[in-house]
């Protein structure tokens, strides 16, 4: 099977699984994983070989930018401190005890061992956002998450990147007193190097979307804009996956400083596509990949029993950070009994996934004396065989266990209420600017009432939600369904004219686009 006929097969695969995925309440990544693992060992199944650099350079900026771009710099100043000591300390504890295990476990060399613990010390910040935007956590504890998966991810690359050049090194590199002294001048050169990148590239990119007035132009910037930046990043020889992770999160916050709505509406759109089309692809390879890499291994060997022991002890390493770091946390707060649930959410949401496999399949073939690297296909079924194994197992279970410890959708209607709340003050802000722009008579009488009959409907359909009236909530919902019913008769009557030629293509694009834009309202309040 070529390389376009499996992207291909992986997307409409993903379709599929996406589509069921939603009726079993179940995080799309991990089924992707389950799917793509059933269907490599079919009989028949072509084997899938995925290049080295395929992952890292066309998958992991776009994904690592747009997660780093949704996070709030309000609630990462909120939760920094903590973020701070996972993302250092949890990365550089849980690198040591899988490079001890893996060492004791699966005679692997020191150096590939410790490649491997770099490889792993990650938590993804693909997996993670996706199952958090489906779980609906809290704020605070879906900023932790998702701010410790990104930062985290930044630490354990450049780990990564000293790991690597010990171990093609030989021997060499790797003795000496010196050499704890300069891996941590590296690590202080490759990730302040990535984010000096990153903030030069989103300092450019918001500059040139400035001046820049359509739509579709400032869409294929903020495409190229992760790339720009993983590139310069690697031609600079620093931190690449840095660079875009500080780049998403400068323009994540100056995004409505720099962009109209209609700009935004369609570079979320399209962002979306690319987003789920990507985390198809990979999602799938990780399960399609597995048998693939186990077939190459040539021996069977105790792998899967290797597998197991490193993943429980990234699990064991990841409980030992989290709940202490909680309870010092709670401490400081003044509360005596810290709570368990957030705690055990957060260490349950430390699933490994594209950054870890991207990580690994970058593992050069050779040393630097040109001799094969000891053990290299070993570390990537190891690898590929913990990421599948978080992903399933954790995934299919962080949301049970989310909603046992009271933080799942069902028991969380704080976030609901908060939009809810928002949406009267903002519709109460429109009629108060309305009523001074009716004082002061600059526009027509006619206009003004429709206006503010139009806010007063909406606040008062917001004011029912707010006192749980009864009533009002039946009369806001049947006024929806009515508004539902009249614009698919709008839709219809749409459609004729077109057929009939009596408007042209870009009028009805026009007018769709209109009657697309309020569906999308009402289905959004709905929500």
């Known amino acids: ?150 930062f985290n991810d930044a630490t354990s690359l450049v780990l990564f990147q000293i790991a690597v050049s010990l171990a093609v090194g030989g021997p060499a590199a790797a003795a000496g007193a010196g050499v704890v002294l300069h891996a941590a001048g590296q690590f202080v050169i490759l990730a302040g190097g990535g984010a000096l990148v990153g903030g030069a590239v989103a300092a450019g990119a918001v500059a040139l979307r400035r001046k820049i007035t359509d739509p579709v132009l400032e869409t294929v910037a903020a495409l190229i804009t992760p790339y720009a930046a993983y590139l310069l990043g690697e031609t600079l020889h620093v931190s690449a996956v840095t660079a875009v992770i500080v780049a998403g999160l400068v323009i994540g916050a100056r995004r409505s400083a720099i962009t109209t709505a209609q700009t935004r509406l369609q570079v979320h759109a399209v962002y979306q596509t690319v987003i789920f089309v990507l985390e198809s692809v990979v999602f799938s390879l990780i399960g399609l990949q597995l048998p693939t890499l186990v077939r190459d291994l040539g021996r069977p060997g105790p792998w899967l029993l290797a597998a197991l022991a490193i993943t429980a002890t990234l699990i064991a390493t990841r409980v030992a950070w989290v709940f202490p770091l909680h309870a010092a946390s709670q401490w400081r707060r003044g509360l005596r009994r810290p709570a368990w649930p957030v705690p055990a959410v957060v260490t349950w949401a430390g699933t490994r996934g594209v950054v870890p496999l991207a990580a690994a399949l970058s593992i050069p073939l050779t040393t630097t004396h040109g001799t094969p690297l000891p053990q290299r296909d070993l570390v990537l079924v190891l690898a590929a065989a913990v990421i599948a194994l978080t992903l399933v197992l954790q995934g299919f279970t962080l949301e049970p266990l989310a909603r046992l410890a009271g933080l799942g959708q069902a028991s969380a209607p704080g976030p609901a209420h908060e939009e809810t709340l928002a949406r009267l003050r903002l519709a109460e802000a429109g009629l108060a600017r309305l009523d001074e722009i009716a004082d002061s008579g600059t526009a027509p009488d006619p206009v003004i009432d429709r206006l503010r009959t139009s806010l007063q409907a909406r606040i008062g359909n917001t004011q029912a939600h707010i006192d749980h009236d009864s009533d009002r909530e039946k009369e806001a919902r049947s006024e929806r369904e009515l508004r539902g019913d009249l614009i698919a008769a709008e839709n219809a009557e749409l459609a004729r004219l077109y057929q009939a030629g009596t408007i042209g293509a870009a009028t009805r694009q026009r007018l769709q686009r209109a009657l697309d834009l309020e569906a999308a309202r009402l289905t959004d309040g709905q929500r």
């Open 1 to 150: 099977m070529g390389s376009v006929e499996t992207v291909v097969f992986l997307v409409a695969l993903a379709t599929v699984v996406a589509a069921f995925a939603g009726r079993l309440r179940v995080p799309a990544p991990s089924l992707l994983v389950a799917v793509g693992l059933g269907v490599a060992l079919l009989p028949g199944v072509p084997r899938v070989h995925v290049p080295p650099g395929a992952v890292g350079l066309v998958v992991l900026p776009p994904l690592l930018y747009a997660a780093s771009e949704e996070l709030s710099w309000r609630d990462l100043r909120a939760v920094w401190r903590v973020v701070a000591a996972l993302a250092v300390g949890l990365v550089l504890a849980s690198a040591a005890a899988v490079a001890v295990v893996a060492a004791a476990v699966a005679s692997l060399p020191a150096s590939m061992a410790f490649v491997l613990g770099a490889v792993l010390a990650s938590t993804d910040p693909v997996a993670v956002t996706a199952l958090a935007r489906r779980l609906s956590l809290p704020a605070r504890v879906q900023a932790l998450v998702q701010a410790e998966s990104l």
